[in-house]
T-cell receptor, first 112, second 115 residues
Framework: SQQGEEDPQALSIQEGENATMNCSYK?????LQWYRQNSGRGLVHLIL?????REKHSGRLRVTLDTSKKSSSLLITASRAADTASYFC????????????FGKGTSLLVTP | NAGVTQTPKFRVLKTGQSMTLLCAQDMNHEYMYWYRQDPGMGLRLIHYSVGEGTTAKGEVPDGYNVSRLKKQNFLLGLESAAPSQTSVYFC??????????????FGSGTQLSVL
């Protein structure tokens, strides 16, 4: 089941601006992860946040998690053209190894 | 570092034909997964394996079979391809320890078209 749902579906910004993507999910989780997919490529893990964490940073990425609202956000600061990609949130499914339930993704376009 | 390798990268089949997609990982991961990605649908889990010799069904297993005879390989088979199986297929693997390292490593995908 696709538990995660990203918002917006598409986002277009200019280089240097910040990009914020949101994710909502339905059931309780152990962790929530964000992945990036460049066109025609596989997904690459960006960051994992556990259910007992509220915020996490990695370079220009900032992820927040609100388990009471079942939502997460990914902030990319000072965007670059190379950040152009699709971004997916994924929630864990403890019944399938560490298989993840992916949302439909946010398509981010960063123009020079 | 090869990571997760999928073969082939592209394939065109006729309805009713069979084929096998091969996934190989060199990270000694216990867990392996097959996903399909369709436009507007995100990724959906087809089958997964939590160790050599074990497999289990995911969200959309119908029309597919899998085998994990060796720890490093996870094969996805289509016995009688249908146009609805036109998709991009991704293999992924992960460690088994729940220690903050549960991220998935993905292959580059196989674009399959069934005519």
């Amino acid at each position: 089941s696709q538990q995660g749902e990203e918002d917006p579906q598409a986002l277009s910004i200019q280089e240097g601006e910040n990009a914020t993507m949101n994710c909502s999910y339905k059931t309780s989780i152990n962790n929530l992860q964000w992945y990036r997919q460049n066109s025609g490529r596989g997904l690459v893990h960006l960051i994992l946040i556990r259910s007992n964490e509220r915020e996490k940073h990695s370079g220009r990425l900032r992820v927040t998690l609100d388990t009471s609202k079942k939502s997460s956000s990914l902030l990319i600061t000072a965007s670059r053209a190379a950040d152009t990609a699709s971004y997916f949130c994924a929630t864990d499914n403890s019944n399938s190894g560490y298989a993840l339930n992916f949302g439909k993704g946010t398509s981010l376009l960063v123009t020079p | 570092n090869a990571g997760v390798t999928q073969t082939p990268k592209f394939r065109v089949l006729k309805t009713g034909q069979s084929m096998t997609l091969l996934c190989a990982q060199d990270m000694n991961h216990e867990y392996m997964y097959w996903y399909r990605q369709d436009p507007g649908m995100g990724l959906r889990l087809i089958h997964y394996s939590v160790g050599e010799g074990t497999t289990a069904k995911g969200e959309v297993p119908d029309g597919y079979n899998v085998s994990r005879l060796k720890k490093q390989n996870f094969l996805l088979g289509l016995e009688s391809a249908a146009p609805s199986q036109t998709s991009v297929y991704f293999c992924a693997s992960s460690y088994s320890e729940r220690d903050g390292n549960e991220k998935l490593f993905f292959g580059s995908g196989t674009q399959l078209s069934v005519l």
